[in-house]
């Protein structure tokens, strides 16, 4: 997993798990902390996680990552039909 970050100015970031955009990190403009405001919802993740205020860009960036990245390792296959578990309808 790679993690990498765009400024898009100066108090917000994008972060990027392996060249994914998954959201946003912004810098409060008074007390220089840290919120992310993540692209990515799913129902099984801690929503605490998303309200924590961090330090730095990178503790931030790291936190949304590692949130991101372990919704991706209990997502269901996102290809799978609940119509259709099987895949008779396909073309």
């Known amino acids: 997993m790679s993690v990498s970050w765009k400024d898009l100015d100066k108090y917000t970031q994008?972060?990027?798990v392996d060249k994914v955009c998954i959201g946003e990190i912004r810098a409060e403009?008074?007390?220089?902390?840290?919120s992310m405001y993540p692209n990515f919802w799913h129902d099984k993740t801690r929503q605490s996680l998303f309200y924590k205020k961090y330090h730095s860009?990178?503790?931030c960036g790291k936190a949304m990552a590692n949130v991101y990245s372990k919704m991706i390792e209990?997502?269901?296959?996102p290809w799978i039909n609940e119509y259709d578990p099987w895949g008779y309808d396909k073309d």
């Open 14 to 16: 994008e972060v990027y």
């Open 74 to 77: 209990t997502q269901d296959d």
């Open 57 to 59: 860009a990178y503790d």
């Open 29 to 34: 403009f008074l007390t220089q902390k840290w």
